[in-house]
């Protein structure tokens, strides 16, 4: 059969409002950035479609943690209102390091304070929050805790804490192996492969230890300590 084009019911729009769920106004800051993102506007008509990309959008501007269209009819056309909720002020960005373990932070007292510094006082905008985590990913990995990665999302509380929570690569055990001339790692019998040097004199060369922040940089002189050997 032929396809059918379906047009969706275009509605007259009398009035935009942007409130907040308790039917409060919000800062101009935001309002403008609620007017700049949407199409919707009184005199024209809308679509279901087009208010969902209204949130979208809205959503997009970083600054809101909730917002819906809320359309009511009047004599005049649909009355349709934003009604969000506006992120709080950012006040400070906290590290939950190694979730699970009682293994500090690897980065120095501060550090995270030094990335989002310019951001505290300002309503927490989303993608500049973002923006701060990518460069606290970078601070990790200039550092050489390679394993570091921010896990779930940000937690935002009332008073405009952030907390990340941060798992950083702790390391759970360090194994000595040995390979035969091969590369083989076990035999024929797949037991791995005893070598005649104690375990003990390549581990007593080892800085990183059980316990620690998984450190790439730290790996490498360690390396450089077991080939020093000559074993």
Known sequence: GAAQEVTETRVLVSEVVVRTQAGQGIPPQ????VYRAIRTQAGRTTTRTQ???DINAIFGTGFFANVQAVPEDTPLGV????????NPVLTKVEIQANPGTNVPSALPPGAVDKIFKDQYGSILNLRNLQE???QLSKQYQD???VLANV???PRVSENGVVTLQVAEGVVENIQVR??????????????????RTQTYIVTRELELKPGQVFNRNLVQRDLQRVFGLGL
């Open 151 to 153: 896990i779930g999302s």
């Open 178 to 195: 040995f390979r035969n001339k091969e590369g083989a790692t076990t035999d024929s019998k797949g037991n791995p492969i005893r070598g």
């Open 132 to 134: 701060g985590i990518k």
């Open 79 to 86: 009355r349709v209102s934003f009604v969000v909720q506006p």
């Open 51 to 53: 208010l969902q990309e």
């Open 30 to 33: 935001l309002e403008s950035e």
């Open 143 to 145: 550092q050489g805790y």
